[in-house]
C-alpha cells in the first residue's frame, strides 16, 4: 500500500512538473517579442543624440529612448547579458561621465560609448557597470505600432511614454 502511494505521489509531481514547464510564455517575453518584432531593418548608424532611457529585452538585446523620443532596438555581442542580471548600480567615478547617459528605473545607468559624435554606429560600446558590451546591430523600432500591440494585450509600457 505504501509504494502505490509513493507511486502515486511522485505521478502527480511529474505531471505538475511538465504543466509547469509548457505553459505559455510570461508576460515580460512576450513584451520582449513584441518590441523585436517592430524593429526595422538592420542600420549599421543612425544620428544619435542622448540617451534618455533604456530596457533590457532578454538575452543581447535592450531598447533605447533618445531624448528626441525615438526608438531603438540593439543587439550586443554574445555574453553581454551578464550586465542584466542583478542590481550593480554604476558609482559615481570620474571616468562615469562620458559619453551618453541613459536611467534604467532598477538604478543601472547604460552608458553609450560613440566613436563618432551625435552617431551611433556597430561597433559602438555601451557599459554598464563594469560590464563593456560592443553594439553588433541596431534597428529603429516603430514605437506607434509596438504601443498598439502591447495595448491590445493589454500592457500599458512607461517606456514607450511620449
Known amino acids: 500500500m505504501r509504494k502505490r502511494w509513493v507511486f502515486l505521489l511522485l505521478s502527480v509531481l511529474l505531471v505538475l512538473g511538465g504543466c509547469a514547464s509548457t505553459g505559455e510564455r510570461s508576460e515580460r517575453e512576450r513584451i520582449n517579442e513584441a518590441y523585436k518584432a517592430h524593429a526595422g531593418s538592420s542600420s549599421s548608424s543612425t ?32 555574453g553581454c547579458d551578464e550586465a542584466f542580471r542583478g542590481p550593480s548600480p554604476l558609482g559615481q567615478r570620474p571616468g562615469d561621465l562620458h559619453g551618453r547617459v541613459g ?3 532598477g538604478g543601472q545607468r547604460l552608458i553609450i560609448e560613440q566613436r563618432s559624435r551625435n552617431l551611433l554606429s556597430q561597433g559602438d560600446r555601451i557599459r554598464i557597470g563594469d560590464q563593456r558590451c560592443r553594439i553588433t546591430r541596431l534597428f529603429p523600432i516603430d514605437r506607434d505600432a509596438l504601443v498598439k500591440e502591447l495595448e491590445d494585450m493589454g500592457v500599458q509600457d512607461r517606456f514607450l511614454r511620449r
Open 103 to 105: 536611467n534604467y528605473p
Open 47 to 78: 544620428t544619435f543624440s542622448r540617451v534618455d532611457a533604456w530596457k533590457p529585452l532578454g538575452g543581447t538585446h535592450i531598447a533605447v529612448r533618445n531624448r528626441r523620443g525615438n526608438y531603438y532596438l540593439l543587439e550586443l555581442a554574445v
